[in-house]
């Protein structure tokens, strides 16, 4: 009979590395928990969270169909009966055969309510389920706890045991720890799996999460010298497919039964503080052409009334140091023999895989990475503690629109659009000068999963026509007076973005279109989940037809994510993850420019100056102004600027 695994936490960086080991097991199937208001929801969730994985996706293709491996449920661990309706977890009981619970809240430090929340209440719910399935077809019940519900005890920790007398160093070790326990009072067949800290994959360094040990490296490739700790002290880190692929062996070994497995590496073989740093050093300096200082260690205890004072404060890197702490003492060694029993030898050496760990995160600037599509990761920043400043440059005039201006702009446009009856798949039209107004617009859309479709604005209303009736365009906005002046040869409904008021009347002006007749509004678009997953279109591009027709190409929301992703990783890394101006002057439908100064910013560790210039002309005056970071010319290879010409950018020439 095939094997039918049911796996929590499988959006999560973890669970779908275990998902994936799973899948690839003959005569398995999953039965996945997801969270979501509806089944559609849920799927899409998965959709995008799985997105980066050929093998989840190919399965996912084929959910609906006879020869499918995979089974959604739309629920949620903390809710009773799992949020499943009674004829779901009927058939969830009747039929699972293994439990892998992997779900977790991972924020070191949140309150121990609301860590509980998922770590104890949602485990005392699936041991619930469990308890159940048992009189039917049910073998084991895996749990994913971690190594730190030793808390505070030093000296070896023995796999089997469980302790928590000297109380713990976090919230969340608390709450596994009490996690844990639960399953070990039930009365089920249970295996205990303790990872240490988990990163990214051995041979390709994939990660979504930089957690707290890519935390130090990346304050110490910006630039950081102290280190509040010892330089022996031993780092306890493991790549995610070990431990993944562990969680699949140990689940569906029979004889797993009741034994906890510390997934970590030998103690004699971890890196301690000094040798990981060394060899950052060494790497940063062959890689990325960073001569990083020589570090410093002064353990805490000889200036802790100091470096408490430090630790504790809420900004950069005292913040990080702090969260560091319960990880910089490892003055404890996890005994693995159960481990070894049922996975051998441990194959790995940090020192081979830490280079792939570096490539990846520092590609990605050590931003974490998420489900989110190019439009939601602008609102996301928006609220992050990295600052984002707007500039229209009109007439010579810089006129600053801050973030939180900027956001509301956009709920304005959100509500605009709705009033108008655009929802997905719906094609709108843009063209017009670049502007702020623009990009709340493509945000907009974006949020709303509709398709943008940005044209030329020199282009002549005829061949504007015939771009809104291939595309099938709903509404058009226009953002300039030669447009707006030609309105009326527009076959569909117009509204104006450009500054200037004095429009036809037959046009929907700006602020018209932001004040719409309805009871209905949307007040915070970071509320906003698009109603998209990755494959589907996000936006198509014409051609300028200076060789024949114009020509639209569509673009799928995965393929803006991973241009802008690439585009925000070119510049060096110090001029990526320091203060980055941008400045927006070829028009906005424009491939490039649409990605390079609509998108990419948004994926780079920095504060932002994004500057659109309305007038191409005043380009040569505006240049030594902003100085741009960043800078997009048409040629055919990318230089670094002469400090005569505009200052210490770089061209990302098309």
């Known amino acids: 009979m095939k094997d039918r695994i049911f796996l929590t936490g499988a959006t999560g960086f973890l669970g779908t590395q275990i998902a994936e080991s799973l899948i690839k097991q003959p005569d398995i199937s999953l039965i996945l928990l997801v969270r979501g208001n509806n089944y559609d929801e849920a799927l899409k969730h998965l959709s995008r969270s799985w997105w980066e994985s050929e093998t989840l996706m190919n399965e996912l293709k084929r959910i609906d169909t006879p020869h499918s491996k995979i089974m959604i449920m739309q629920g949620d661990v903390t809710q009773e009966l799992l949020g499943l309706d009674q004829e779901n977890f009927r058939y969830l009981v009747e039929n699972v055969t293994h439990v892998v619970h992997a779900a977790a809240d991972l924020r070191l430090n949140s309150s121990i309510e609301n860590l509980r929340r998922i770590n104890l ?14 009189n039917y077809l049910l073998k084991k019940f895996s749990h994913i706890s971690t190594a730190y519900v030793a808390g505070k005890r030093k000296g070896l920790i023995e796999e089997d045991s469980l302790s928590g007398k000297l109380g713990f160093k976090t919230n969340y070790e608390q709450s596994k720890f009490e996690a844990e326990e639960a399953v070990r009072k039930a009365d089920l067949p249970f295996v205990i799996l303790r990872p240490g800290m988990i990163v990214g994959d051995s041979t390709t360094g994939y990660i979504k999460t930089f957690n707290t040990i890519y935390s130090l490296i990346r304050l110490y490739m910006n630039g950081l010298q102290l280190f509040p700790v010892s330089k022996n002290l031993k780092i306890n880190m493991v790549p995610v497919d070990y431990v993944a692929d562990a969680v699949c062996t140990i689940t569906l070994n029979e004889d797993s039964t009741s034994k906890t497995f510390h997934l970590t590496g030998p103690y004699q073989d971890s890196p301690t503080v000094q040798e990981l740093v060394s060899l950052v050093k060494k790497w940063a300096s062959e890689n990325l052409d960073l001569n990083l200082p020589k570090p410093l260690y002064i353990p805490l205890s000889p200036m802790l009334h100091i ?15 702090h969260e560091l702490k319960p990880y910089m003492k490892e003055d404890r060694i996890f005994d693995t023999k159960n481990t070894e029993l049922f996975m051998g030898e441990y194959p790995l050496n940090w020192a081979d895989y830490l280079p792939k760990l570096l490539e990846f995160a520092a590609y990605y600037g050590f931003f974490h990475r998420s489900s989110r599509t190019v439009h939601e990761q602008i609102i996301y920043r928006l609220n992050r503690s990295l600052p984002v400043n707007y500039y229209d440059i009109v007439d010579g005039n810089y006129i600053k629109l801050t973030a939180p201006n900027f956001k509301e702009q956009v709920s304005k446009v959100l509500n605009g659009l709705s009033a108008m009856g655009i929802t997905k798949g719906d094609r709108v039209a843009i063209a017009g000068f670049n502007s702020t107004r623009y990009l709340s617009l493509d945000v907009a859309i974006g949020l709303l999963g509709a398709v943008n479709v940005p044209i030329y604005y020199t282009s002549p209303v005829d061949e504007i026509n015939e771009i809104l009736e291939d595309c099938d365009a709903s509404i058009i906005f226009l953002g300039t007076p030669e447009l707006l002046s030609s309105s009326n040869k527009i076959n569909i409904p117009v509204v104006s973005f450009y500054r200037d008021s004095d429009i036809h009347s037959k046009i929907v002006s700006w602020s018209e279109f932001l004040n719409p007749e309805t009871d209905v509004f949307i007040k915070d ?13 996000a936006t198509i591009r014409y051609t300028s037809g200076t060789t024949g027709k114009p020509a639209g190409v569509r673009f799928s929301h995965g393929n803006l994510r991973w241009m802008a992703e690439f585009i925000a990783s070119i510049p060096p890394w110090s001029d990526r993850t320091s203060n ?8 906005m439908n424009h491939v490039v420019e649409g990605i390079l100064g609509t998108y990419s910013p948004y994926y780079a560790p920095a504060s932002l100056e994004l500057y659109f210039l309305e007038n191409f002309h005043e380009l040569e005056s505006a240049l030594p102004q902003v100085r741009p970071t960043i800078f997009s010319l048409f040629q055919g290879s990318m230089k670094k600027f002469g400090p005569n010409f505009v200052g210490n950018g770089w061209e990302i020439c098309t």
């Open 580 to 587: 980055i101006k941008y400045l927006s002057f070829l028009p």
């Open 121 to 134: 209440q949602g485990t005392e719910n699936m041991i619930s389920m469990a308890l159940k399935a048992k």
């Open 525 to 537: 678009p970071a509320e906003i989940i698009a109603s998209v997953d990755f494959n589907d279109t």
């Open 307 to 321: 470096a408490d004072r430090v630790l504790n404060t809420d900004h950069g890197v005292g913040r990080v140091l």
